[in-house]
């Protein structure tokens, strides 16, 4: 039995929290009408029962209702990224690393907020789990001064953290975290998340063209010659998986990989693309994905033993805090895009589902088999990252030109092949 | 593509310390390069003139600070020469103790460093957590983890601590182990790392001779030097060990070095367990060594990262009427030019890292 | 969006400093995949950003500080990081 989303509907959702806030402010309206009378029509207007008395349609196809309900969907998805996704996840990998590194890694938590009430004597601060280490970080470089070097180019400068920041927060718009639970069900979603991703290039070449620094335009160059490298075998290999699923929509590409393949006793393999002859193309993929991600086996564009920090050099306070701290969001995004494509998505088994006041939740829905996904791939992602030294830059670019090209085309052959020998079928 | 200078130093995460590269890349080749150095220049043979003998031993431990021990006894050396004294048997067999244990905490300060400087940050931190062994090990012996003032002239400043010879082959047991399965492992048999080092940064054995690159720098050319065989002093000659030297093609570039500089401290913990079991258990570990003292004195010792030579020349008075320090590093930084042309700018980095520099005794 | 575009490519051609001419290049191509998404034509324009925002000014860029004396304002060997 395959799993069932959380949230069946983001909208839906949405609009029932827009009515339950409009509901509030409507009280507070008609209180407030009390003593100032002409508020009385404006609160009658927001009144679902005043309304269906003086014959108005529902609130809810009113115009402003609808945008509000929009804005709060998109605040809903950017938060859940950012917020949530975001922080959680710089905070397993410096966790994770720290770990493999014998050592313990950050550990400002709760207990170590100096307004804490509870309990402070027997909690020594430096012994949480490190969850606020990130806040605290963010706070930090709030707090800093914006430094502007004097030759750079102003203009450009201030405008690529916002290009760079705004292409990943776009790679959410059409990324589903589940059947539900998503902002837009595009038909070409794959290739919006790829255009997403390949205007990153640009944002980075100007930020190290504009900053006037030769470490920043070394590292910015890097990043192009190298990002630009790395997107063709990447686009390549989903160009083979296309062959097998025949849509570009994320949500298809998941509902055809819930099926069951084969059965291996009480096990039944799922037909995840990753067991199909896509298998390559799978490897290929993972392989130009950590190279977007700019993780340490190709991350030459910040090299910070060369270059100190690559392309971000100049960048100080906030700004850098975007242009760094985004690395981690389009991580989630990569991992997610791979276990969309080839793992599955959030199929998974549902066990139990639970009725609560008529409404079912499944005990484990499909966001957390979604997330534990993401992670689990983000894992391996930072294992490697971090027991490997860094490829330099020739070397990388040979990688990418005569190995993961060539694959990548074989990975086509071989799903073309599979098509025309009925091996497997579209869809 | 347009050649440009960029400066690597002396404010850069390079840059093992206060000196600066200069880099002349033309895209991302380097063509040319030009140390820069004296940033950390504190004048050390002028001082030394208006201090004591035994004195100036606080000195010297602080012209390397990862190899304080190293240097304190070349200097302790070319006094007692000059002083024509001898150390005491169980003395010398203390210090060729002290001098290992400070060599593998120093070859793993350059390992802990080599790490970052190819991306490997995982390196640094193992590294450093195995240095830590060594340096407890020094302080039971000395008292002091950093400038530990441990030799003397004459011998050394105390004898060692009851239950040292234990712990020490505690420690290097466990330090092996660490070294088989770990390091090895993350550096040696890492694919990304023989990509990074073999065929980077080499220098012919003729050239390097020419620039006066001396210890593991030199061995990884594939010429047999060593110090501490070919000149020996205290008690090497006693001593069985064998000098790593790089005996297979490719000599002279980065992995070579690498491969040097690790297979010692494989070595080093070899000479401290049979130095542990030939010392003699009982007997005088210094003799009082003169105030005033008149003559040459010159010693060269296999230190860390090379030669290193003092020549001390007293005059009848109190202190030296002249020293000379002779700094390997010094000399290897001269050569490194050579090592880094026609490189990627990316490999700078891992050549620099490669021949392990220390700016304190670089710049004196 | 033509006027953005319009605007973009004269700001192509009058641009003195090259480097900047290319980001407006971007710019121009990208109000250009506006305009096929104005017409519904979603796949061209997806594919109008990935290749002519993602990839040709990126080329380009890379020409002009390949090929350039002087990418920057150089301070010499004497100054500057």
Redesign the interface.
């Known amino acids: 039995m395959t799993s069932a989303p959380l949230v069946p509907n983001l909208f839906a959702v949405c609009e029932v929290l827009v009515l339950a806030i409009v509901w509030v402010v409507d009280q507070i309206l008609y209180a407030l009408a009390g003593l100032i009378p002409p508020l009385t029509g404006l609160a009658q207007w927001f009144d679902p029962v005043a309304r269906a008395r003086l014959g108005m349609g529902p609130l809810g196809s009113e115009l402003l209702i609808v945008v509000v309900t929009w804005l709060i969907a998109v605040t809903v998805i950017v938060i859940w990224a950012t917020l949530v996704n975001l922080l959680t996840m710089m905070w397993v990998e410096r966790k994770f690393y720290s770990r493999l590194q014998d050592r313990y890694g950050i550990m400002i938590s709760i207990w170590s907020l100096p307004f804490w009430p509870f309990n402070r004597a027997h909690r020594p601060t430096h012994r949480g789990t490190g969850y606020l280490q990130n806040i605290a970080d963010g706070v930090k470089l709030l707090q800093k001064e914006n430094i502007t070097p004097r030759n750079a180019d102003s203009a450009m400068f201030h405008i690529s953290p916002v290009l760079i920041a705004s292409s990943t927060l776009m790679i959410f718009a059409a990324l589903p975290w589940s059947s539900g639970f998503y902002v837009a069900n595009l038909e070409l979603g794959i290739l919006f998340i790829f255009a997403a991703f390949s205007l990153a290039p640009l944002g980075i070449l100007i930020a190290g063209w504009s900053a006037n620094n030769k470490y920043t335009l070394v590292g910015g160059l890097r990043a192009a010659a190298m990002l630009m490298a790395y997107e063709i075998p990447m686009i390549l290999s989903v160009i083979a998986l296309v062959f097998f699923t025949g849509s570009l929509n994320p949500l298809t590409i998941v509902k055809q990989q819930e099926r069951t393949l084969f059965s291996l006793g009480p096990l039944a393999i799922p037909a995840w693309y990753v067991f199909s002859p896509q298998i390559l193309g799978f490897i290929v993929f993972s392989v130009s994905m950590m190279a977007e991600m700019e993780r340490i086996p190709f991350d030459i564009p910040e090299a910070e033993a060369e270059l100190v920090e690559g392309w971000t050099t100049e960048y100080s306070g906030m700004r850098f805090g975007l242009v760094f701290g985004f690395k981690w969001l389009r991580m989630i995004a990569g991992a997610a895009l791979i276990a969309i494509l080839y793992l599955g998505g959030w199929s998974g088994p549902v066990f139990v589902t639970l009725s609560v006041g008529g409404v079912p939740v499944p005990i484990v829905p499909e966001e957390a088999w979604f997330l534990l996904k993401i992670y689990l791939i983000s894992i391996v992602f930072i294992w490697i990252s971090w027991s490997v030294p860094r490829v330099r830059i020739d070397q990388i670019l040979n990688i990418g030109w005569k190995k993961l090209i060539p694959y990548s085309l074989g990975a086509i052959i071989i799903a073309a092949a599979a098509i025309a020998s009925g091996l497997w079928a579209v869809g | 593509m347009t050649e440009f200078w960029i400066n690597m130093g002396p404010q850069h995460p390079m840059t093992h310390g206060l000196w600066n590269m200069k880099v002349q890349v033309d895209g991302e080749t380097v063509t040319d390069a030009k140390p820069e150095i004296g940033y950390l220049h504190r004048g050390y043979e002028k001082i030394m003139e208006v201090r004591e003998f035994q004195k100036n031993v606080v000195l010297t431990d602080r012209l390397c600070y990862v190899s304080s021990i190293t240097w304190s006894h070349a200097y302790c050396l070319a006094v007692e020469k000059m002083m024509g004294i001898e150390t005491p048997e169980r003395g010398q067999w203390i210090r060729v103790v002290a001098l290992e244990l400070q060599r593998i905490a120093s070859h793993l300060m350059w390992l802990a460093a080599y790490g970052p400087d190819l991306g490997l940050l995982t390196g640094l931190l193992w590294a450093l957590r195995e240095r830590e062994l060594f340096l407890d090990l020094i302080q039971l012996m000395s008292g002091a983890r950093m400038n530990q003032n441990y030799p003397r002239v004459g011998g050394v400043r105390n004898d060692l601590p009851e239950n040292f010879e234990a712990m020490c082959r505690r420690s290097i047991e466990h330090f092996l182990e660490k070294v088989d399965n770990e390091y090895q492992r993350v550096f040696q048999e890492s694919k990304v790392f023989h990509m990074r080092t073999e065929g980077v940064g080499k220098i012919s054995a003729a050239d390097a001779i020419d620039w006066g690159v001396t210890g593991p720098n030199l061995r990884a050319c594939g010429v047999n030097v060593d110090l501490r065989r070919l000149d020996p002093y205290e008690v090497y000659e006693e001593i069985d060990f064998e000098p790593q030297v790089w005996h297979d093609g490719g000599a002279g570039d980065s992995y070579a070095r690498f491969v040097c500089r690790f297979n010692e401290l494989r070595e080093s913990c070899q000479i401290i367990l049979q130095a542990l079991e030939k010392m003699p258990k009982t007997g005088p570990y210094r003799v009082k060594a003169p105030r005033r003292a008149e003559g040459e004195g010159y010693a060269k010792t296999e230190d860390s990262r090379g030669e290193a030579l003092f020549y001390v020349i007293g005059d009848g008075d109190d202190r030296p009427y002249r020293v000379k320090i002779r700094s390997p590093v010094f000399c290897t930084m001269a050569a490194t030019p050579i090592m880094l042309r026609g490189n990627k700018l990316a490999d700078s980095v891992a050549i620099l890292g490669s021949v392990d520099v220390c700016v304190g005794e670089m710049d004196k | 969006m033509s006027a953005f575009e319009v605007i973009g490519s004269i700001l192509v051609v009058i641009n003195k400093r090259m ?2 001419a290319a ?1 407006w290049l ?1 710019m121009t191509l990208v109000t250009i995949g506006a305009i096929y998404l104005l017409f519904q034509s ?2 061209v324009f ?2 109008q ?2 290749v002519y ?3 040709v ?3 380009f ?2 020409g002009i ?2 090929t ?7 301070p ?2 004497e100054g ?2």
Do not use: K
């Open positions: 480097v900047r980001f971007a979603e796949f997806l594919i950003i990935i925002a993602g990839a000014p990126v080329l860029v890379f500080m390949l350039r004396r002087t990418i920057m304002d150089e010499g060997p500057g990081p």
